[in-house]
Structure formats: structure tokens, C-alpha cells
């Protein structure tokens, strides 16, 4: 019933960008909040981004190279990268919550990824020459 879908993943070269799509069924983006993580082999998964209705954040590790929106009507979220690194590659998940907590800080805790409520099954991003 409830489902998180991503889209857009694909293999783009250092320097390029990529547009990655995430989108909810069986609840609203009203009532949940959506985080992106990625996870590259053999390494932890990292929060990256956040948004929800009082606020949006980035990680540091990707300040200045990502923008994240939402169309509500579409049950749409949107992460926009650019100036793509090698070091980016990784599996890019989307995920929910039901709560506003959002913030630059609180993304990269252990149990800020464990308040996700729902789950998608990630899109690969792969930055190679």
C-alpha cells in the first residue's frame, strides 16, 4: 500500500549532473517527510538530504552540489546534482518519515535513518570516466 519509488539513477561523467526522482504512494508528502541516503560498496549508509514542510538540508558532504524540492501534488520529491564526483557513487535511496525532523546535523545520525518509516530500493549512481 505504501510504496517509495526512486528514478534517475544512471552512470554520468565526473563533473556532469543527474536528476533523481522520488515518489510516494499510499501517503502523502502533507504527513511525511523525505530523506535521500546512498550507500556506496563496503561503507555506511549516509544521509544526504531532507525536505518536509517547515525546512530542507544537506549534508556537508554534498553542500553546494545538490538541491533537493518537492511537487506535493505529484507525491513527487526531487534531487537535483551537479558537479558530479567519483566519491558519489553509490546506491541512492529515498525514504519517510511521519515527523518534521529535517536538519543539516540530524542527517548524518545512525538514528535519524532508523526514524524512516518507509523505504525505497534505491537507484544506482555511478560517477566514472
Known amino acids: 500500500q505504501e510504496q517509495v519509488v526512486e528514478s534517475g539513477g544512471g552512470l554520468v561523467q565526473p563533473g556532469g549532473s543527474l536528476n533523481l526522482t522520488c515518489t510516494v504512494s499510499g501517503f502523502t508528502l502533507d504527513d511525511y517527510g523525505i530523506a535521500w541516503f546512498r550507500q556506496a560498496p563496503g561503507k555506511e549508509r549516509e544521509g544526504v538530504s531532507c525536505?518536509?514542510?517547515?525546512?530542507?538540508s544537506y549534508a556537508p558532504s554534498v553542500k553546494d552540489r545538490v538541491t533537493i524540492s518537492r511537487d506535493k501534488t505529484k507525491n513527487t520529491v526531487y534531487l537535483q546534482m551537479r558537479s558530479l564526483k567519483p566519491r558519489d557513487t553509490a546506491v541512492y535511496y529515498c525514504a519517510a518519515r511521519p515527523d518534521y525532523y529535517c536538519s543539516d546535523y540530524g542527517i548524518q545520525l545512525r538514528q535519524y535513518e532508523n526514524g524512516m518509516r518507509y523505504w525505497g530500493k534505491g537507484t544506482q549512481v555511478s560517477v566514472s570516466s
Open positions: 525536505i518536509n514542510d517547515y525546512r530542507w
